[in-house]
T-cell receptor, first 114, second 112 residues
Framework: ETGVTQSPTHLIKTRGQQVTLRCSSQ?????VSWYQQALGQGPQFIFQ???????GRGNFPPRFSGLQFPNYSSELNVNALELDDSALYLC?????????????FGPGTRLTVL | QQQVKQSPQSLIVQKGGISIINCAYE??????FPWYQQFPGKGPALLIA?????SEKKEGRFTISFNKSAKQFSLHIMDSQPGDSATYFC???????????FGAGTTVTVRA
């Protein structure tokens, strides 16, 4: 059984650019949640995708958007990057949309915005 | 606005000692309280979770204590080992919710 994988591991962008982060969910999981983890902080919920539809969204602006594909992998897109977007971006997959379903986290993508 | 407040920010314990991490919440609708463990370079991994119908749950050396009236819950790591050195996050959610609200994390260092 393959766990949650994310790519790339690290990347560096400049302010105003756009970035796409990718996540492959664990086999059999139909739900992907994305979190932003700033240095020294706990993960903050960005949004969740369940069966290719956005199922819920946290307090993030519209320039944060996502997709989920038929194989349940997912992308996080961030437009017009700001310095404060520098963080570790985590995706988590689960079998089902409710928070009671254990979320399995990937290792994250470290984004640095200069 | 942080819905779950976690303390301390960091702690150092000797091998064999007890590590205690505390969390407090305001939303009385929360009814699921997991703890996650995160090692450097890794994503968080579920360690243990509790629902408010019980006051304590134990799994090996890890115990969650839950106080519904005080809206507090804590993680106790008994017989702490160097391999327990990690960052621990408490979290909370409701059965109708889709997201977890995390605390800010506690970095635990176990000295041999």
């Amino acid at each position: 059984e393959t766990g949650v994988t994310q790519s790339p591991t690290h990347l560096i962008k400049t302010r105003g650019q756009q970035v796409t982060l990718r996540c492959s969910s664990q086999s059999g999981h139909n739900t992907v949640s994305w979190y932003q983890q700033a240095l020294g902080q706990g993960p903050q919920f960005i949004f969740q995708y369940y069966r290719e539809e956005e199922n819920g969204r946290g307090n993030f602006p519209p320039r944060f958007s996502g997709l989920q594909f038929p194989n349940y992998s997912s992308e996080l897109n961030v437009n017009a990057l700001e310095l404060d977007d520098s963080a570790l971006y985590l995706c988590a997959s689960s079998l089902g949309a409710g928070a009671f379903n254990e979320q399995f986290f990937g290792p994250g993508t470290r984004l640095t915005v200069l | 606005q942080q819905q779950v407040k976690q303390s301390p920010q960091s702690l150092i314990v000797q091998k064999g000692g007890i590590s205690i991490i505390n969390c407090a919440y305001e939303n009385t609708a929360f009814d699921y309280f997991p703890w996650y463990q995160q090692f450097p370079g890794k994503g968080p991994a579920l360690l243990i979770a509790i629902r408010p119908d019980v006051s304590e749950k134990k799994e090996g050396r890890f115990t969650i204590s839950f106080n519904k009236s005080a809206k507090q819950f804590s993680l106790h790591i008994m017989d702490s080992q160097p391999g327990d050195s990690a960052t621990y996050f408490c979290a909370a959610s409701t059965r109708y919710d889709y997201k977890l609200s995390f605390g800010a994390g506690t970095t635990v260092t176990v000295r041999a």
